[in-house]
């Protein structure tokens, strides 16, 4: 079975710009999680969804980033404008259905820069 | 709210040493479950065990084994006979029944051969 897919693994960007970055969840997982991973902030959770409904999104630094479930199986993180301090990589973590206590199955990571 | 604090920042050990890492939590929720993640060099986050807070049964699996203290709010992780390959940040992990996760900051292990 093929694991959590993000997309895409390296970005670079001038600040200003819009970044989108990509997840597909593993198939039948309902809990999705956005992780931000910095050396100076460890791993930050940023946003989590369950059945595609965003449950707590205080992680969320502020309105430049907004995160969306558009069906079941796929999620996108959205940087506009980008900013140099955005630069981190990012995690998309999802959960077995009914699984709201399981542990997160991670995908590889988006390592982005903004310059 | 709720806080995992990994209050290692970074633990060098030579090879064949044991390892204990720490990981203390802070929670309100009387159900939760806490969690070990592994992040080797390549960067990718990789499960290693899940605990429930009624279940205070130490685990052993091969060299890694793990100790769940309730009354201390203690998940602690200990290698035996620690290999280079476990050279990695590990993270300790809690996440309540409403199915928020938080991660501690992680522990840098360096196993020197």
């Known amino acids: 079975d093929a694991g959590v897919i993000q997309s895409p693994r390296h970005e670079v960007t001038e600040m200003g710009q819009e970044v989108t970055l990509r997840c597909k969840l593993i198939?039948?997982?309902?809990?999705l999680f956005w992780y931000r991973q910095t050396m100076m902030r460890g791993l930050e959770l940023l946003i989590y969804?369950?059945?595609?409904?965003?449950?707590?999104d205080s992680g969320m630094p502020e309105d430049r980033f907004s995160a969306k479930m558009p069906n079941a199986s796929f999620s996108t993180l959205k940087i506009q404008p980008s900013e140099p301090r955005d630069s981190a990589v990012y995690f998309c973590?999802?959960?077995?259905?009914?699984?709201?206590?399981?542990?997160?199955?991670f995908g590889e990571g988006s390592r982005l820069t903004v310059l | 709210a709720q806080k995992v604090t990994q209050a290692q920042t970074e633990i060098s050990v030579v090879e064949k040493e044991d390892v204990t890492l720490d990981c203390v939590y802070e929670?309100?929720?009387?159900?939760?479950?806490l969690f070990w993640y592994k992040q080797p060099p390549s960067g990718e986050l990789v499960f290693l065990i899940r605990?429930?807070?009624?279940?205070?049964q130490n685990e052993i699996s091969g060299r890694y084994s793990w100790n769940f203290q309730k009354s201390t709010s203690s998940f602690n992780f200990t290698i035996t006979a620690s290999q280079v390959v476990d050279s990695a940040v590990y993270f300790c992990?809690?996440?309540?029944?409403?199915?928020?996760?938080?991660f501690g900051d992680g522990t840098t292990l360096t196993v020197k051969p």
């Open positions: 973590a999802s959960s077995p259905t009914g699984g709201q206590t399981g542990e997160l199955f």
């Open positions: 929670t309100r929720d009387t159900t939760y479950y």
């Open positions: 969804f369950n059945n595609n409904v965003p449950i707590d």
């Open positions: 605990r429930n807070s009624f279940d205070e």
């Open positions: 198939s039948g997982h309902n809990s």
């Open positions: 992990a809690l996440r309540t029944n409403a199915g928020k996760s938080t």
